[in-house]
């Protein structure tokens, strides 16, 4: 299984600011993906990052609001952008190497005042 | 539209004693079901992968069985133990025909397990 490690851990934030949240693999793994979960709620999709392409979106989010790079095939980044305390949650990078298994970074929670 | 729906979303049980977590999808044209493991604060242990074309999955305690015409999946952990204790979650990914996001998975809201000492 992948080994995945994310920055910050956590992090407090004021309202309008941005946050940028990496995401390291120690391997390279084909498609990486950005979750979100919102306080006492379960995961859900934001983004599919591609390399070498833009990301590919869920229905609900956008890349104004959350850009993704993905440089290379071990790295992504997801920024949140013009924060408001609804931005307030724990982001999950992921990994797979096609229809198997799903592996999961450490998280970042975020909390914005 | 997939939904996921886990039952029952807390559960606290003596050492020792043998459980089950079930798990139910809407729709049957999954492509694979994995259970997680959740602790508090932490990112997500991924406990179990069963293939769509797969009937049960098993891995030291753990056994997860998936009847995918009637949209479920139970996991059955044995002689349970306080380090057990976590979030259980259950996610489900498309169907290759459904197009879009395939690998997309869609999580159930999870259970709160509890191992009493």
């Known amino acids: 299984s992948a080994v995945i490690s994310q920055k910050p851990s956590r992090d407090i934030c004021q309202r309008g600011t941005s946050l940028t949240i990496q995401c390291q693999v120690d391997s390279q793994v084909t498609m990486m993906f950005w979750y979100r979960q919102q306080p006492g709620q379960s995961l859900t999709l934001i983004a599919t990052?591609?390399?070498?392409?833009?990301?590919?979106?869920e229905s609900g989010f956008v890349i104004d609001k959350f850009p993704i790079s993905r440089p290379n095939l071990t790295f992504s980044t997801l920024t949140v952008s013009n924060m408001s305390p609804e931005d307030s949650s724990i982001y999950l990078c992921?990994?797979?190497?096609?229809?198997?298994?799903?592996?999961f970074g450490p998280g970042t929670r975020l909390t914005v005042l | 539209k997939q939904e996921v729906t886990q039952i029952p979303a807390a559960l606290s049980v003596p050492e020792g004693e043998n459980l089950v977590l079930n798990c139910s999808f809407t729709?049957?044209?999954?492509?694979?079901l994995q259970w997680f493991r959740q602790d508090p604060g932490k990112g997500l242990t991924s406990l179990l992968l069963i293939q769509s074309s797969q009937r049960e999955q098993t891995s030291g305690r753990l056994n997860a069985s998936l009847d995918k015409s009637s949209g479920r999946s139970t996991l059955y952990i044995a002689a349970s133990q306080p380090g057990d204790s976590a979030t259980y979650l259950c996610?489900?990914?498309?169907?290759?025909?459904?197009?879009?996001?395939?690998?997309?998975?869609?999580f159930g809201k999870g259970t709160l397990l509890t191992v009493n000492p």
């Open positions: 996610a489900v990914t498309k169907g290759w025909d459904s197009g879009g996001s395939n690998y997309k998975l869609t």
């Open positions: 992921s990994v797979s190497d096609g229809y198997n298994e799903q592996f």
């Open positions: 729709d049957s044209a999954i492509y694979n």
């Open positions: 990052a591609n390399q070498g392409s833009e990301a590919t979106y």
